[in-house]
């Protein structure tokens, strides 16, 4: 089990161009969750999946933004229209529930760099 | 509302030992948990403790938990260069799953 995979690792685009970021979860992990980390900040809770039903968007989650799971497995975070105020680090983490355990693993983030 | 807090910045001699604080807000929190993060890397989840237990212990890392006072802390034995990085607490509600995280504070070691 190689953990949380993120790609691409780094996107640079121009502002107004639409981008996405794929997740792959540790296998057979049930929940998978967006946080967004800015510069010198913790990252901030976007929304996250239990299988392939979206349970919780931040609202930070514009309409801009858009998260799937379509087979639970897999996960796409697509930014339309992108604004210099996107530029982040996109980061994916996975976990397994069970009983009242929920430990929860990061991936190595995705960067965006809206210029 | 939810929030978790930490200092900003800790230095610390090589050798000594490293303590980092935290205070949270929710009183119905259910585990608590310390990640590292390196420049440029993702969260490596470094340890947790659950609400009922005051005390634990992992190699290098001891967590304390004060529930009354609402306030965690992590303690690192024999700080090495190695450990030079930014410490995330974080906090995981009982009515939620999500997880917030305070701000980070940054460790830096000197020789």
């Known amino acids: 089990d190689t953990g949380v995979s993120q790609d691409p690792r780094h996107k640079i685009t121009k502002r107004g161009q639409n981008v996405t970021f794929r997740c792959d979860p540790i296998s057979e992990h049930n929940r998978l969750y967006w946080y967004r980390q800015t510069l010198g900040q913790g990252p901030e809770f976007l929304t996250y999946?239990?299988?392939?039903?979206?349970?919780?968007k931040s609202r930070l989650l514009s309409d801009r933004f858009s998260a799937e799971r379509p087979k639970g497995s897999f996960s796409t975070l697509e930014i339309q229209r992108t604004e210099q105020g996107d530029s982040a680090m996109y980061l994916c983490a996975s976990s397994l529930v069970q009983g009242t355990g929920n430990t929860i693993y990061f991936g190595e983030g995705s960067w965006l760099t809206v210029v | 509302g939810e929030d978790v807090e930490q200092s900003l910045f800790l230095s610390v001699r090589e050798g000594d030992s490293s303590v980092i604080n935290c205070t949270y807000t929710?009183?119905?929190?259910?585990?608590l948990y310390w990640y590292k993060q390196e420049p440029g890397a993702g969260l490596q989840l470094l340890t947790y403790?659950?609400?009922?237990?005051d005390m634990k212990q992992d190699q290098r890392l001891t967590v304390l938990l004060n529930k009354k006072d609402k306030h965690l802390s992590l303690r690192i034995a024999d700080t090495q260069t190695g450990d030079s990085a930014i410490y995330f607490c974080a906090d995981r509600y009982s009515s939620a799953s999500k997880i917030i995280f305070g701000s980070g504070t940054r460790l830096s070691i000197r020789p």
């Open positions: 929710d009183s119905s929190s259910t585990y």
């Open positions: 999946f239990q299988n392939e039903a979206q349970l919780e």
């Open positions: 403790i659950f609400s009922n237990m």
